[in-house]
């Protein structure tokens, strides 16, 4: 946390290129690393245990292709799906970096390649992984490494690298929460007035600390990144989307002949209001607009599945005695 009140205070996404590239490398260390030592050694028994509740029992690792026949339910498959919408998801924050980019039509070349190289990233090694530790492996998964040398290792380099993660994460956050909401609707200074910068120093200490307690008071990593991805990730990702090109679909096909903004007055012209103006410009894509609004709902119903999932995993978590930083005896 208190790292993250330094890294912080970097205003400008520019300043973190270096710093978010250096994590992307530090990441891959640590996934060829993980790799290296799960291919040549057992799992982490008593990780797995302690983690997911899965005891070392006769130690052979099994494998599945889709639902493992031991007793996961329900929640813990729906949990399994928050995780790839965590890796995946946050699609709307992509605007927020085109925002600051020098060619912002150069973001969509950036966008192929991050998002091509994260999925072959993930996939392979998620199937490496899995196919040598089986229901043993563990979320992060480097922590399923039983060397203690190598585990050490990983959660120091796991530790850099996720820290300017979510210091690039959090810079974004801020600024959504600061130009969208106290800029917007409050009149707050623009940033880069001296008040601005100011008051930016003042909310990263608030930022990160909300988030360290939160983190801290959570005993299980795979259940607190499944709630973060059905309350926040999923969002940004299938819900909010379809809702917005809605509106936006709607506000343009709703326009009538001599409606618009006229420059020389300063006034916005529009023959009519309310439900008739809606109406109208809905039926005029009806079947696009009403299959985003079916993709908006299911994607509230599966934010839902995702939390209550989650919730669950963490009264679980919580009933077997799984400790949180608060009780950390050591």
Avoid at 1 to 15: A, D, E, N, S
Wanted: aromatic share 16%; with cysteine; hydrophobic share 50%.
């Amino acid at each position: 946390m208190l790292c993250g009140l330094v890294l912080g205070q970097i205003r400008t996404l520019q300043k973190f290129g270096w710093v978010a590239n250096l994590a992307i490398w530090l990441n891959v260390i640590v996934l060829i690393m993980t790799m290296a030592v799960v291919a040549n050694t057992l799992p982490n028994y008593s990780m797995s245990a302690d983690v997911n509740n899965i005891p070392e029992g006769d130690g052979i690792v099994h494998t599945f292709a889709g639902t493992p026949d031991y007793a996961v339910g329900f929640s813990t498959s729906i949990n399994g799906l928050m995780q790839a919408v965590y890796s995946y998801g946050g699609a709307m924050l992509f605007c927020e970096f085109m925002a600051e980019m020098r060619r912002p039509w150069d973001f969509w070349k950036a966008l192929v390649c991050a998002q091509s190289f994260i999925c072959f990233v993930y996939m392979f090694f998620g199937l490496f992984v899995y196919s040598y530790q089986g229901q043993y492996t563990i979320n992060p998964a480097n922590q399923g490494m039983s060397p203690q040398a190598a585990y050490t290792a990983g959660n120091i380099i796991s530790f850099l690298s996720s820290l300017i993660a979510a210091a690039l994460y959090g810079n974004i956050g801020i600024k959504v929460l600061y130009q969208n909401i106290l800029k917007e609707l409050f009149g707050f200074p623009d940033l880069s007035e001296r008040s601005g910068k100011l008051i930016w120093i003042g909310m990263v200490p608030i930022y990160w600390s909300l988030a360290f307690i939160i983190a801290a008071a959570i005993p299980n990593f795979a259940y607190l990144s499944s709630l973060i991805a059905a309350l926040c990730i999923l969002q940004f990702t299938y819900t909010f989307p379809p809702l917005l090109m809605v509106g936006a679909m709607i506000k343009r096909d709703a326009m009538q002949e001599g409606e618009g903004f006229d420059p020389t007055t300063g006034q916005t012209i529009r023959h009519d209001t309310g439900f008739r103006r809606w109406a109208r410009g809905f039926s005029k894509n009806f079947l696009l607009n009403s299959w985003n609004i079916f993709f908006f709902l299911g994607a509230l119903v599966t934010a839902g599945l995702g939390c209550y999932s989650a919730i669950e995993g963490l009264i679980a978590a919580f009933a077997v005695g799984h400790q949180t930083s608060f009780s950390c005896s050591h």
